[in-house]
């Protein structure tokens, strides 16, 4: 069994259109979500399937509600969802890479 040891908040991002552009709005979806780190030293490059991409750190949490559209929030950083994946698709695992944005 993993040990969870740290709490993050998932962000779900809704964009809206009006006269004066496009407007980003964060709503809170899951609120301290018990989940594991695993940093990387610095950024690494994944290739998988023909896609590349960097990851700074790999969460591991229950499975709930989360697309690769949404965000997370650990401290007062946010970090993008680059993937997603439902480990053995047994319902018990989502492993999230995660690179933060500046």
């Known amino acids: 069994m993993i040990q969870l040891n740290a709490k993050v908040n998932i962000l779900r991002i809704t964009s809206t259109t009006s006269a004066m552009g496009e407007t980003e709005t964060e709503n809170v979806l899951h609120t301290n979500l018990p989940c594991r780190i695993n940093w990387k030293r610095g950024s690494e490059k994944i290739f998988f399937a023909k896609n590349s991409y960097f990851r700074d750190g790999k969460l591991f949490c229950r499975v709930v509600d989360i697309t690769g559209k949404d965000r997370v929030?650990?401290?007062?950083?946010?970090?993008?969802?680059?993937?997603?994946?439902?480990?053995?698709?047994?319902?018990?695992?989502?492993?999230?890479?995660?690179?933060?944005?500046?």
Request: proline fraction near 0%; charged fraction near 35%.
């Open 73 to 102: 929030q650990y401290k007062s950083k946010v970090y993008q969802i680059v993937d997603v994946n439902n480990v053995d698709e047994s319902d018990r695992l989502l492993v999230l890479d995660i690179r933060i944005i500046e």
